[in-house]
Protein backbone atom coordinates (compact mmCIF):
# COMPACT_ATOMS: atom_id res chain seq x y z
CA UNK A 1 0.00 0.00 0.00
CA UNK A 2 1.41 3.76 -0.99
CA UNK A 3 0.72 6.21 1.57
CA UNK A 4 -0.07 8.70 -1.61
CA UNK A 5 -1.61 8.39 -4.89
CA UNK A 6 -2.23 11.79 -6.00
CA UNK A 7 0.22 14.54 -4.79
CA UNK A 8 -0.07 18.26 -5.60
CA UNK A 9 3.01 20.59 -5.88
CA UNK A 10 3.60 24.59 -5.86
CA UNK A 11 6.27 27.50 -5.93
CA UNK A 12 6.12 29.82 -2.73
CA UNK A 13 8.05 33.35 -1.81
CA UNK A 14 10.69 34.67 -4.38
CA UNK A 15 11.31 32.39 -7.71
CA UNK A 16 14.76 30.98 -7.30
CA UNK A 17 16.92 29.93 -10.28
CA UNK A 18 16.10 25.55 -10.56
CA UNK A 19 12.53 25.63 -9.02
CA UNK A 20 11.71 24.82 -12.43
CA UNK A 21 14.36 21.87 -12.74
CA UNK A 22 12.56 20.62 -9.43
CA UNK A 23 9.11 20.87 -10.91
CA UNK A 24 10.01 18.84 -13.23
CA UNK A 25 11.93 16.01 -11.12
CA UNK A 26 8.80 16.46 -9.12
CA UNK A 27 6.14 15.62 -11.66
CA UNK A 28 8.35 13.18 -13.33
CA UNK A 29 9.05 10.78 -10.70
CA UNK A 30 6.08 10.75 -9.25
CA UNK A 31 4.28 9.88 -12.95
CA UNK A 32 7.32 7.42 -12.92
CA UNK A 33 5.92 5.96 -9.99
CA UNK A 34 2.07 5.78 -11.20
CA UNK A 35 0.99 8.92 -8.83
CA UNK A 36 -1.48 11.75 -10.07
CA UNK A 37 0.41 15.10 -9.70
CA UNK A 38 -1.45 18.44 -9.73
CA UNK A 39 0.48 22.08 -9.85
CA UNK A 40 -0.73 24.91 -8.00
CA UNK A 41 -0.49 27.97 -9.41
CA UNK A 42 0.72 31.34 -7.93
CA UNK A 43 1.70 29.28 -4.32
CA UNK A 44 -0.78 29.46 -1.57
CA UNK A 45 -2.79 32.16 -2.93
CA UNK A 46 -3.26 29.61 -6.01
CA UNK A 47 -4.52 26.84 -3.37
CA UNK A 48 -6.97 29.24 -1.05
CA UNK A 49 -8.21 29.85 -5.03
CA UNK A 50 -8.48 26.55 -6.04
CA UNK A 51 -6.00 26.83 -9.12
CA UNK A 52 -4.96 23.60 -9.64
CA UNK A 53 -4.39 21.27 -12.29
CA UNK A 54 -3.40 18.07 -13.64
CA UNK A 55 0.17 17.77 -15.07
CA UNK A 56 1.32 15.34 -17.04
CA UNK A 57 4.95 14.34 -18.66
CA UNK A 58 4.99 17.03 -21.15
CA UNK A 59 3.62 19.58 -19.28
CA UNK A 60 7.09 20.13 -17.61
CA UNK A 61 9.14 19.36 -20.97
CA UNK A 62 11.92 22.18 -21.98
CA UNK A 63 11.71 24.02 -18.64
CA UNK A 64 15.04 22.24 -16.73
CA UNK A 65 16.58 25.35 -18.14
CA UNK A 66 14.73 28.29 -17.63
CA UNK A 67 14.72 30.22 -14.76
CA UNK A 68 11.42 31.88 -12.76
CA UNK A 69 8.75 29.37 -12.42
CA UNK A 70 6.16 28.00 -14.72
CA UNK A 71 3.57 27.58 -11.59
CA UNK A 72 4.44 31.01 -10.71
CA UNK A 73 4.88 32.30 -7.26
CA UNK A 74 3.38 34.77 -4.99
CA UNK A 75 3.01 35.91 -1.36
CA UNK A 76 -0.07 35.30 0.81
CA UNK A 77 -1.07 37.29 3.66
CA UNK A 78 -4.05 35.17 4.02
CA UNK A 79 -2.10 32.18 4.22
CA UNK A 80 -0.56 33.51 7.65
CA UNK A 81 -3.79 33.44 9.51
CA UNK A 82 -5.10 29.62 11.14
CA UNK A 83 -8.59 30.60 8.58
CA UNK A 84 -6.11 30.45 5.98
CA UNK A 85 -4.24 27.53 6.32
CA UNK A 86 -7.55 25.55 7.45
CA UNK A 87 -9.24 26.70 3.89
CA UNK A 88 -5.73 25.69 1.99
CA UNK A 89 -5.82 22.13 4.06
CA UNK A 90 -9.52 21.97 3.38
CA UNK A 91 -9.16 22.77 -0.42
CA UNK A 92 -6.60 20.14 -0.36
CA UNK A 93 -8.54 17.14 0.99
CA UNK A 94 -11.92 18.10 -1.22
CA UNK A 95 -9.61 17.38 -4.45
CA UNK A 96 -8.52 13.85 -3.11
CA UNK A 97 -5.02 15.40 -3.01
CA UNK A 98 -3.02 13.46 -0.20
CA UNK A 99 0.29 14.69 -0.11
CA UNK A 100 1.87 18.07 -0.96
CA UNK A 101 5.33 19.59 -2.09
CA UNK A 102 6.15 23.40 -1.35
CA UNK A 103 9.40 24.82 -3.17
CA UNK A 104 10.48 28.02 -1.82
CA UNK A 105 11.94 29.64 1.57
CA UNK A 106 11.59 30.21 5.31
CA UNK A 107 8.55 31.49 4.76
CA UNK A 108 7.26 29.10 2.20
CA UNK A 109 8.37 25.94 5.13
CA UNK A 110 6.11 27.87 7.69
CA UNK A 111 3.40 27.54 5.82
CA UNK A 112 3.77 23.91 4.78
CA UNK A 113 4.18 23.16 8.14
CA UNK A 114 1.21 24.79 9.35
CA UNK A 115 -0.65 22.52 6.91
CA UNK A 116 1.05 19.39 7.92
CA UNK A 117 -0.18 20.24 11.80
CA UNK A 118 -3.65 20.44 9.82
CA UNK A 119 -3.06 16.77 8.66
CA UNK A 120 -1.88 17.45 5.33
CA UNK A 121 1.14 15.11 4.41
CA UNK A 122 3.73 18.08 3.09
CA UNK A 123 7.65 17.90 1.90
CA UNK A 124 9.52 21.07 1.56
CA UNK A 125 12.34 21.52 -1.14
CA UNK A 126 14.74 24.56 -0.23
CA UNK A 127 14.10 27.12 -3.55
CA UNK A 128 15.53 30.28 -2.71
CA UNK A 129 18.73 32.06 -3.69
CA UNK A 130 19.29 33.45 -0.49
CA UNK A 131 21.05 30.32 1.18
CA UNK A 132 19.19 30.81 4.18
CA UNK A 133 17.58 27.13 5.00
CA UNK A 134 19.83 25.22 7.70
CA UNK A 135 19.80 21.46 7.37
CA UNK A 136 21.19 21.58 3.54
CA UNK A 137 24.45 22.25 2.52
CA UNK A 138 22.90 24.58 -0.65
CA UNK A 139 19.35 25.92 -1.55
CA UNK A 140 18.17 25.57 -5.57
CA UNK A 141 19.55 28.76 -7.05
CA UNK A 142 21.82 29.78 -4.54
CA UNK A 143 24.67 28.73 -7.13
CA UNK A 144 23.36 30.71 -9.95
CA UNK A 145 22.89 33.64 -8.01
CA UNK A 146 26.33 33.49 -6.91
CA UNK A 147 27.69 33.22 -10.95
CA UNK A 148 25.35 35.72 -11.83
CA UNK A 149 27.41 38.12 -8.74
CA UNK A 150 31.13 36.88 -9.82
CA UNK A 151 30.33 37.49 -13.41
CA UNK A 152 29.23 41.08 -13.05
CA UNK A 153 31.98 41.54 -10.69
CA UNK A 154 34.34 40.57 -13.26
CA UNK A 155 32.96 43.63 -15.17
CA UNK A 156 32.96 45.55 -12.46
CA UNK A 157 36.74 45.06 -12.15
CA UNK A 158 37.86 45.96 -15.59
CA UNK A 159 36.42 49.59 -15.59
CA UNK A 160 37.42 50.14 -11.74
CA UNK A 161 40.84 49.63 -12.02
CA UNK A 162 41.09 51.65 -15.50
CA UNK A 163 39.75 54.77 -12.94
CA UNK A 164 41.20 53.58 -10.04
CA UNK A 165 38.75 53.49 -8.03
CA UNK A 166 36.70 51.49 -5.36
CA UNK A 167 33.65 49.31 -6.42
CA UNK A 168 30.80 48.56 -3.47
CA UNK A 169 28.48 45.67 -5.05
CA UNK A 170 25.36 45.18 -2.99
CA UNK A 171 24.01 41.88 -3.13
CA UNK A 172 20.76 39.86 -1.91
CA UNK A 173 20.03 38.08 1.08
CA UNK A 174 17.39 39.53 3.30
CA UNK A 175 19.16 38.57 6.73
CA UNK A 176 22.24 35.98 5.25
CA UNK A 177 25.13 37.13 3.99
CA UNK A 178 26.22 33.38 2.04
CA UNK A 179 25.58 35.14 -1.69
CA UNK A 180 28.03 37.78 -0.75
CA UNK A 181 30.37 35.51 1.07
CA UNK A 182 30.78 32.79 -1.37
CA UNK A 183 31.04 35.43 -4.06
CA UNK A 184 33.39 37.39 -2.32
CA UNK A 185 35.81 34.97 -1.89
CA UNK A 186 35.60 33.62 -5.91
CA UNK A 187 35.81 37.12 -6.91
CA UNK A 188 38.51 37.93 -4.83
CA UNK A 189 36.37 40.76 -2.90
CA UNK A 190 38.42 43.13 -0.38
CA UNK A 191 35.97 43.35 2.24
CA UNK A 192 32.37 41.54 2.62
CA UNK A 193 30.12 43.38 4.68
CA UNK A 194 27.22 40.40 6.06
CA UNK A 195 24.80 40.41 8.91
CA UNK A 196 26.34 37.87 10.53
CA UNK A 197 29.72 40.24 11.55
CA UNK A 198 30.26 43.08 12.59
CA UNK A 199 32.06 45.51 10.59
CA UNK A 200 33.79 49.31 10.67
CA UNK A 201 33.67 51.34 8.01
CA UNK A 202 36.73 53.41 9.14
CA UNK A 203 39.23 50.33 9.46
CA UNK A 204 37.77 48.76 6.04
CA UNK A 205 38.76 52.70 4.62
CA UNK A 206 41.89 52.54 5.84
CA UNK A 207 42.90 49.54 4.65
CA UNK A 208 41.56 50.58 1.22
CA UNK A 209 43.95 53.37 0.93
CA UNK A 210 47.18 51.72 2.27
CA UNK A 211 46.33 49.03 -0.10
CA UNK A 212 45.66 51.58 -2.60
CA UNK A 213 49.08 53.20 -1.39
CA UNK A 214 50.88 49.70 -1.90
CA UNK A 215 50.17 49.85 -5.50
CA UNK A 216 46.06 48.43 -5.63
CA UNK A 217 44.32 49.63 -8.38
CA UNK A 218 40.80 48.73 -7.56
CA UNK A 219 39.21 47.77 -4.28
CA UNK A 220 35.93 45.68 -4.21
CA UNK A 221 33.79 45.57 -1.29
CA UNK A 222 30.58 43.32 -1.60
CA UNK A 223 28.15 44.31 0.83
CA UNK A 224 24.91 41.80 1.40
CA UNK A 225 21.84 43.83 1.61
CA UNK A 226 20.99 42.72 5.22
CA UNK A 227 23.79 45.09 6.18
CA UNK A 228 22.12 48.47 4.92
CA UNK A 229 22.07 50.19 1.67
CA UNK A 230 25.37 50.73 -0.32
CA UNK A 231 25.42 53.44 -1.49
CA UNK A 232 25.26 54.75 2.38
CA UNK A 233 28.34 52.48 2.65
CA UNK A 234 29.70 54.04 -0.65
CA UNK A 235 29.42 57.49 0.77
CA UNK A 236 31.20 56.62 4.00
CA UNK A 237 33.75 54.93 2.71
CA UNK A 238 34.98 57.57 -0.08
CA UNK A 239 34.95 60.58 2.36
CA UNK A 240 36.83 58.64 5.07
CA UNK A 241 39.70 57.35 2.65
CA UNK A 242 38.86 60.20 -0.35
CA UNK A 243 39.03 57.33 -2.59
CA UNK A 244 36.09 57.50 -5.21
CA UNK A 245 33.66 55.15 -5.07
CA UNK A 246 30.40 53.81 -7.50
CA UNK A 247 27.87 51.67 -6.31
CA UNK A 248 25.90 48.81 -8.41
CA UNK A 249 23.15 47.58 -6.75
CA UNK A 250 22.69 44.24 -8.74
CA UNK A 251 18.84 43.51 -7.55
CA UNK A 252 16.40 41.18 -9.33
CA UNK A 253 19.32 40.31 -11.82
CA UNK A 254 20.42 37.62 -9.36
CA UNK A 255 17.01 35.83 -9.77
CA UNK A 256 17.04 35.37 -13.25
CA UNK A 257 18.16 33.52 -16.13
CA UNK A 258 19.66 29.59 -17.02
CA UNK A 259 20.49 27.69 -13.47
CA UNK A 260 23.76 25.95 -13.26
CA UNK A 261 24.34 22.43 -14.02
CA UNK A 262 24.52 22.57 -10.09
CA UNK A 263 21.32 24.07 -9.60
CA UNK A 264 19.30 21.83 -11.99
CA UNK A 265 21.15 18.10 -10.63
CA UNK A 266 20.40 19.47 -6.35
CA UNK A 267 16.91 20.27 -7.85
CA UNK A 268 16.60 16.78 -9.63
CA UNK A 269 18.03 15.35 -6.99
CA UNK A 270 15.82 16.94 -3.84
CA UNK A 271 12.56 16.60 -5.95
CA UNK A 272 12.73 12.95 -6.44
CA UNK A 273 13.48 12.33 -3.22
CA UNK A 274 10.43 14.10 -1.75
CA UNK A 275 7.80 11.98 -4.12
CA UNK A 276 9.90 8.96 -2.35
CA UNK A 277 9.92 10.33 1.12
CA UNK A 278 6.03 11.19 0.36
CA UNK A 279 5.47 7.37 -0.99
CA UNK A 280 7.29 6.08 2.12
CA UNK A 281 4.52 8.16 4.31
CA UNK A 282 7.45 11.06 5.62
CA UNK A 283 5.33 13.63 6.19
CA UNK A 284 6.24 17.40 7.44
CA UNK A 285 9.89 17.27 6.64
CA UNK A 286 12.29 19.35 4.17
CA UNK A 287 14.67 17.52 1.91
CA UNK A 288 18.41 18.56 1.62
CA UNK A 289 21.72 17.64 1.33
CA UNK A 290 24.22 16.94 4.11
CA UNK A 291 27.88 16.86 2.47
CA UNK A 292 26.17 15.97 -0.62
CA UNK A 293 24.32 13.24 1.16
CA UNK A 294 20.44 13.38 0.35
CA UNK A 295 18.76 14.11 3.97
CA UNK A 296 15.12 14.87 5.47
CA UNK A 297 14.66 17.06 8.56
CA UNK A 298 11.51 17.93 10.33
CA UNK A 299 10.43 21.52 8.75
CA UNK A 300 9.65 22.24 12.22
CA UNK A 301 13.09 22.05 13.59
CA UNK A 302 14.51 23.72 10.00
CA UNK A 303 12.31 26.90 10.33
CA UNK A 304 13.40 27.04 14.30
CA UNK A 305 17.13 26.69 13.75
CA UNK A 306 19.03 29.37 12.16
CA UNK A 307 21.77 28.11 9.39
CA UNK A 308 25.46 28.65 10.61
CA UNK A 309 27.68 31.17 9.27
CA UNK A 310 30.67 29.79 7.40
CA UNK A 311 33.60 31.30 9.71
CA UNK A 312 36.18 29.38 7.85
CA UNK A 313 35.07 30.59 4.26
CA UNK A 314 35.37 33.97 5.49
CA UNK A 315 38.45 34.51 7.42
CA UNK A 316 39.62 32.70 4.10
CA UNK A 317 38.49 35.26 2.07
CA UNK A 318 40.05 37.98 5.00
CA UNK A 319 43.23 36.40 4.83
CA UNK A 320 43.63 36.04 0.78
CA UNK A 321 42.20 39.85 -0.30
CA UNK A 322 45.65 41.41 0.76
P1 LIG B 1 10.12 32.68 1.21
O1 LIG B 1 9.41 31.38 1.18
O2 LIG B 1 10.93 32.95 -0.02
O3 LIG B 1 10.87 32.90 2.51
P2 LIG B 1 8.04 34.51 2.18
O4 LIG B 1 8.65 34.70 3.52
O5 LIG B 1 7.51 35.70 1.49
O6 LIG B 1 9.01 33.84 1.14
O7 LIG B 1 6.85 33.44 2.35
C1 LIG B 1 6.11 33.02 1.23
C2 LIG B 1 4.68 32.77 1.66
O8 LIG B 1 4.64 31.73 2.63
C3 LIG B 1 4.01 33.95 2.36
O9 LIG B 1 3.50 34.89 1.48
C4 LIG B 1 2.88 33.25 3.09
O10 LIG B 1 1.82 32.94 2.22
C5 LIG B 1 3.56 31.95 3.53
N1 LIG B 1 4.06 32.10 4.90
C6 LIG B 1 5.13 32.82 5.31
N2 LIG B 1 5.27 32.76 6.66
C7 LIG B 1 4.25 31.99 7.10
C8 LIG B 1 3.83 31.56 8.40
N3 LIG B 1 4.49 31.91 9.51
N4 LIG B 1 2.71 30.78 8.47
C9 LIG B 1 2.05 30.42 7.36
N5 LIG B 1 2.39 30.79 6.13
C10 LIG B 1 3.47 31.57 5.98
O1 LIG C 1 14.43 35.77 -0.40
C1 LIG C 1 14.85 35.94 -1.70
C2 LIG C 1 15.01 37.40 -2.03
O2 LIG C 1 15.51 37.49 -3.36
C3 LIG C 1 15.91 38.19 -1.09
O3 LIG C 1 17.28 37.98 -1.34
C4 LIG C 1 15.44 39.58 -1.34
O4 LIG C 1 15.65 40.42 -0.24
C5 LIG C 1 13.97 39.42 -1.56
O5 LIG C 1 13.79 38.09 -1.99
C6 LIG C 1 13.41 40.38 -2.57
O6 LIG C 1 12.05 40.18 -2.62
P1 LIG C 1 11.11 40.82 -3.76
O7 LIG C 1 11.18 39.89 -4.93
O8 LIG C 1 9.76 40.81 -3.13
O9 LIG C 1 11.62 42.16 -4.08
Known amino acids: MRSVNKIALLTSGGDSQGMNAAVRAVVRSALFRGIEVYGIQHGYQGLLNEDLHPMDLRSVGDIIQRGGTILQTARCKEFHTPEGQRRGADCLRKNGIDGLVVIGGDGSYRG ?91 EISGRMKENFQK ?96 MELYNLAIRLAQ
Do not use: W
Open 112 to 202: ANDLSKLGIKTMGLPGTIDNDISFTDFTIGFDTAVSIVVDAINKLRDTMSSHERSSIVEVMGRHCGDIALYAGLASGAESILVPEVPFDVR
Open 215 to 310: GKRHSIIIVAEGVGRGDNIARQLQEYSGIDARVTVLGHIQRGGAPTHNDRILASRLGDFAVQKLIEGDSGKACGTIKGELVTTDIEQVVTTKKDFN
